[in-house]
């Protein structure tokens, strides 16, 4: 039952064979060899398969791939430069591992595109959905804000 | 996970007749349905994707009620300024409701329609004695939040009904707070989850995790009765004493709420 | 990014080089085997055991087999016709690679089905029945040790061991390794001593879950197998897989890229030697990716009963200790034989007692089964003697630093194993951990309902020895340097710390330096990366393959009679005719040691000690025993610290994980060894909403000397302190002692209900 479902990836317009029971993490590794969006958890709680669909963030191990036709998909690989949280996570060492990166930068995004000074304790809060099992929060939290103030004066 | 048939109803009354089939299901945000396809615990041949029904409006009635489409995110609820204006604990509750991905496409009517006792929804809704209209092969019907809930994961929906929308009554007068207390890592379901509306002095409680589904207390009193399982998140007696203590502070800050 | 080989005499050893890998894990581009593909390659789903004990009477695969799109199923008999004994394990060769004749606990691999699609492998999986005899098990550590019910009807020692020899054969006992020190007279001191205090304590069963679940590919030829894998010990596979097939190492090729987290948990033998048969007997690539849930049915942390009785003088000085340590080792030994005595022999803890009696024992159960995890015991130990040591403070109405100071261990002085201290900064470490705590200020314990407390703990553990790591560094026509190493770099930084090795003995900036990610066939021989040894010992390797290469390169100089300021192109060009060519410097380090007698004793058990300590400050809510940390304060000896901020970064992570260990992880069993909570839902670690607002963490200043510039590890230091700090600072706050982790909401308020 496999069907062609066409959508715009990274900026480009693109189409994939799915099958329903597929999901877009699946889609994105299998048929356009991106791994930046990875299972870890399989329950929407680690953040480290996150995708923004239509500008929203969503967890892509529990997104099927069918429902994004039509659909502006972005993942971390779209973007040619590193940009200002990119930058900031590597300032401030906010990774160890970077199993969780893409997803914590991806979430950061978010959060400053809503919130442009966010204090602490509305970050920790909109990233509590991202886990990180080697624990590079404290990094990750002053990345947020060094990444907040470089947007600011740019 | 095993392969399934996904359809996309753009009416309710196709949705209404593809849900009749033994072995369909409904999606809403897909949040909760896909974790238990994962899991092996569901294995519907058909899900029916309820995204086309065009169930996301968001007002205000004339008499001051909340009027939601089941098919409203979480997300869209938690940042509306009318639903803070009108009714701040329900965004107050949002903040801390699941996550931000999960809140981005999970769906009021979906999180309603679960029946899992550690949400933090449906105590909250019963509490401010919210309605829900159902839609079903036999037509429309309203039900009370508090009322959809038969046991652990059991709702009283039947075959091919689903949730169209969602009333909450203006606060008035009415003070409200909801509590939840996580006994592991703050991101946990939580062991107790406690809803309070005050009017005046008298309390309307809605308590639930620690117990099989939203149960209403009908005084203080009736908290040391209360059936509690022990389970992952403590024993039946530490709960017990979760309640005590959760109950005096969710009055407390139901009484002290600004609205 | 450019990074143009660079020449300076600016220190490289003592910078905080941002990682050199950053960008790659910033973009998403940094390769994991879990991301890895290869044509034709099939998936591996594995069938599990549903019973704790039991013999296999049968397993019936043939409705998985039916299934459109299976390519197979593979059970033990089909793997015993390649391997007669498949039986892997790096103490003890008592694992098999899929289950033979037995099952010894909830989840252990039975058989696999394999498909070019996963989610067919796995609806096929669910067509495997299987039927078991089920036998008496048994979960609890000490009940093992005179259990009926037997997990192993004969002990297998791996023949490389000779300290494991006498066992071979051994049955009817739970017990796989049974270490034994004595030093001095523990009983006749303990006897003569003004007061005597003993405790239990007690630690639980907990998982690593590495984000990247563990995962393996294997590709193969009729005579040569390639295995990617997620591993920390690539050398170890290689060895361990050329054993099980009866081939020669120069054959097995192991690749290891980047590891999504490890902690100890991608060890040894995890599902390598699965993949491999896979791919032989299919003649596929053969790829197990592990979902987060099976890793709890792989590899967790031992859970633990530690029994430790003091003797004390009445104004505090410690003269006699009796440790016994029960070491839950679940259904297969991994490295836990080990961890029972490479750490038992730390038990008493980091005092100078010269009366002392250990007694350390690995029990088999019908659990998961337990291996390494960040501190290897060592969080144990300390969990139980800082407690206790805690405990005997207040009885003795004595300053729990003070105490402490009273009777640390100084340098020169005898530890349990009779090893002289060396290069221990001990005192130092407690001396800044009561600065930074502030700890002579008055401290405010509230009133009300919320009550405030304060605690510290300091712990220690020994390198493992003796262990060797080998590099290679090539320095190429153009300069430019090329590190050799089979050092994974799991998220510890490595790769940075050895390029920043290589580099200062070469005078380049760090980011010119290439590190060569390990490949059996390419990356010299190296223990593993585990047990925070490698900054020593890959470090020491590097910089003596560095020397090496440098030495080489002088002296290719005076052959060509160039002068000693020549830069290197021309010499290449002098050499062969034109840019081109290298110099290879090897490197070999294996520290010195003697293995302890039969009484654990040693002039020389450890090339290194590592130091942590801790301090925490918290709130207890006593109307529901919730405890909030309100600071966090970690020092640590690193020796000289080659990259303070990845020195900083690693302090704060050990801490936190361990936090996760301490206030609310556990592996919840029912009675019948069912395992209620393997998934991140129902198992909680640590989000940023359980950090404490205020964590310091800090190195004092010291030196290792036999360390690469002064260096040693970090990776499990701020591990040690964490629970008893937390556990003494409940005491203080609100006077329950907790005994046993995690130290949950409930048990707090158990606790103060029982007062």
Redesign the interface.
């Known amino acids: 039952m496999r069907r062609t479902i066409p959508f715009r990836l990274n900026g480009e317009p693109v189409e994939a064979q799915v099958a329903p029971h597929e999901t877009l993490v699946e889609v994105l590794q299998e048929s356009f060899g991106l791994y930046g969006a990875r299972e870890s958890c399989g329950q929407g709680l680690c953040g480290c398969c996150t995708v923004l669909v239509n500008g929203t963030a969503v967890s892509g191990c529990l997104y099927l791939a069918v429902l994004a036709e039509h659909s502006d998909v972005q993942t971390i690989e779209s973007g040619e430069q590193p940009d200002a949280v990119q930058e900031a996570f590597v300032e401030r060492s906010a990774f160890q591992c970077g199993f969780c990166t893409p997803g914590f930068v991806l979430m950061t995004r978010q959060l400053l595109d809503e919130n442009p000074d966010p204090d602490e304790d509305a970050i920790r809060h909109y990233l509590s959905g991202n886990l990180c099992r080697c624990a590079a929060y404290p990094e990750i939290l002053e990345a947020v804000k060094l990444a907040a103030k470089k947007r600011r004066q740019r | 996970m095993r392969p399934f048939e996904l359809l996309e109803p753009r009416s309710l009354r196709e949705a209404v007749a593809a849900l009749e089939a033994s072995d369909a299901r409904p999606m809403a945000g897909g949040t909760a349905i896909m974790l238990m396809m994962k899991a092996g615990v569901l294995r519907p041949g058909c899900l029916v994707s309820l995204r086309s029904l065009r169930l996301e409006q968001l007002e205000v009635a004339s008499d001051g009620a909340l009027r939601v489409g089941a098919m409203t995110t979480l997300r869209a609820l938690e940042k509306s300024e009318v639903v803070r204006k009108g009714w701040p604990v329900i965004t107050k509750t949002l903040r801390t409701l699941s996550n931000v991905r999960v809140r981005n496409v999970a769906t009021l009517g979906g999180h309603l329609a679960h029946g899992d006792p550690h949400m933090d929804l449906p105590p909250l809704l019963s509490a401010l004695g919210a309605t829900a209209t159902i839609a079903g092969p036999k037509g429309e019907r309203t039900s009370p939040v508090e009322a959809l809930y038969s046991g652990y994961l059991e709702t009283t929906l039947r075959k091919g009904e689903l949730i169209t929308r969602v009333e909450i009554p203006a606060l008035g007068r009415k003070r409200a707070a909801y509590l939840k207390c996580t006994t592991r890592s703050a991101d946990d379901w939580p062991a107790l989850g406690v809803a309070v509306v005050m009017d005046g002095d008298k309390p309307t409680i809605v308590v639930s995790a620690a117990t099989d589904r939203p149960t209403r207390l009908a005084s203080l009193e009736a908290a040391e009765a209360l059936h509690i399982e022990s389970d992952l998140h403590g024993s039946a007696a530490y709960k017990k004493q979760l309640l005590r203590v959760y109950l005096k502070r969710a009055i407390h800050e139901a009484r002290n709420a600004s609205h | 990014m450019k990074r143009a080989t660079q020449a300076t005499e600016t220190p490289q050893v003592g910078r905080s080089v941002?990682?050199l890998?950053?960008?790659?894990?910033?973009?998403?581009?940094?390769e994991?085997v879990?991301?890895l593909?290869l044509p034709g390659m099939l998936y591996g789903k594995i069938f599990r055991s549903s019973v704790a004990h039991g013999r296999i009477k049968r397993i019936d695969a043939s409705a998985a087999r039916a299934v459109a799109g299976v390519h197979s199923v593979v059970t033990a008999a089909e793997i015993r016709k390649l391997i007669p004994e498949p039986y892997y394990g790096p103490a003890f060769h008592d694992q098999p690679i899929l289950a033979v004749g037995k099952v010894r606990y909830v989840g252990e691999p039975v058989a696999v089905v394999l498909a070019s699609d996963p989610?067919v492998a796995?609806?096929a999986v669910?067509l495997i029945t299987a039927e078991y005899e089920e036998l008496p098990a048994v979960y609890d550590e000490v009940e093992a040790m005179t259990s009926k019910a037997i997990v192993h009807d004969e002990l297998k020692p791996a023949g490389t061991f000779p300290d494991l020899k006498h066992l071979k054969g051994r049955k009817n006992t739970n017990v796989a390794l049974e270490f034994r020190l004595r030093r001095g007279n523990a009983e006749k001191a303990m006897k003569g001593a003004e007061r005597v205090f003993e405790h239990r304590f007690r630690t639980q069963q907990v998982m690593?879950?590495?984000?990247?679940?563990l995962v393996s590919v294997a590709e193969s030829t009729e005579s040569t197998l390639t295995i990617h894998t997620a591993s920390q010990s690539p050398s170890f596979v290689r060895i361990e897989i050329a054993r099980l097939l009866g081939w020669p190492e120069n054959r097995i090729r192991v690749r290891v890229p980047?590891?999504?987290?490890?902690?100890g948990a991608k060890l040894y033998i995890k599902l390598e030697a699965l993949v491999s048969v896979l791919s032989l007997i299919t003649r596929k690539p053969v790829k197990i990716s592990l979902?987060?849930?099976e890793q709890f049915f792989t590899i967790t942390k031992h859970a633990s009963t530690f029994r430790i009785k003091s003797g004390v003088t009445k104004d505090g000085r410690i003269v006699a200790r009796d440790c016994e340590v029960w070491w839950n080792g679940g259904a297969y030994a991994d490295i836990g034989p080990r961890v029972a005595q490479k750490s038992g022999f730390t038990a008493p803890g980091p005092y100078d007692v010269q009366d002392v009696a250990i007694d350390s024992y690995a029990l088999y159960t019908n659990l998961p089964p337990a291996g390494a995890l960040r501190g290897f015991g060592i969080p144990q130990l300390v969990w139980a003697y800082e407690s206790h040591t805690d405990l005997i403070a207040r009885e003795l109405g004595i300053d729990p630093v003070e105490f402490r100071r009273k009777n640390l261990l100084r340098e020169g002085r005898p530890q349990a194993t009779g090893t002289l201290m060396k290069d221990a900064a001990l005192e130092k470490v407690l001396e800044r951990l009561e600065v930074l705590m502030d700890w002579q200020k008055p401290f405010d314990r509230g009133e009300g309902t919320v009550r405030r407390g304060r605690g510290i703990a300091i712990g220690f553990k020994a390198c493992i020895a003796n262990t060797a790591s080998l590099a290679a560094v090539n320095i190429n026509a153009d300069g430019s340097v090329t590190v050799y190493t089979s050092c994974v770099d799991?998220?510890?930084?490595s790769d940075t710390a050895m390029a920043q090795i290589a580099a200062e003995v070469l005078h380049l900036a760090t980011e010119s330096v290439t590190v060569v990610h390990s490949d059996t066939d390419v990356t010299p021989f190296d223990m593993a990366t585990l047990g925070s040894r490698s900054l020593f010992h890959s470090g020491n390797a590097v910089k003596l393959a560095a020397e090496d290469a440098l030495k080489k390169l002088v002296q290719l100089k005076e052959e060509l009679h160039l002068a000693a300021d020549t830069p290197v192109a021309e010499v290449f060009r002098k050499k062969y005719g034109m840019r081109a060519g290298s110099v290879t410097g090897a490197g070999s380090f294996i520290p010195p040691y003697t293995p302890p007698d039969e009484d654990g004793q040693s002039d020389n058990a450890t090339p290194f000690w590592m130091v942590g300590a801790s301090g925490v400050e918290l709130e207890v809510d006593t109307?529901?025993g919730?405890v909030r940390l309100t600071r966090l304060v970690n020092v640590a000896d690193v020796g000289t610290p080659i990259n303070p901020?990845?020195v900083e970064?690693q302090l704060?992570?050990g801490a936190?994980?361990q936090l996760?260990f301490s206030?609310?992880?556990k592996m919840?069993f029912d009675a019948e060894g069912q395992l209620?909570?393997a998934?991140?839902?129902?198992y909680?670690?640590?989000?940023?909403?359980?950090?404490p607002e205020h964590?310091t963490n800090e190195a004092v200043v010291a030196e290792q000397r036999n360390g690469p510039f002064g260096g040693k590890g970090v990776g499990e230091t701020a591990t040690f302190g964490v629970s008893p700090a937390i556990a003494n600072a409940i005491h203080d706050a609100v006077g329950v002692r907790l005994t046993e982790l995690p130290m949950?909401?409930?048990a707090v308020?158990?606790a103060m209900q029982k007062k």
């Open positions: 941002p990682r890998e950053s960008w790659l894990k910033v973009t998403g581009k940094a994991y879990h991301n593909r989610h796995e609806e669910h690593h879950t590495p984000l990247e679940p980047f590891l999504g987290g490890g902690f979902t987060m849930e799991m998220g510890q930084g109307e529901t919730r901020r990845i970064t704060s992570s936190i994980m996760g206030l609310f992880e919840l209620r909570n998934s991140l839902a129902e909680k670690i640590p989000g940023f909403l359980d950090i964590i949950n909401p409930e308020f158990m």
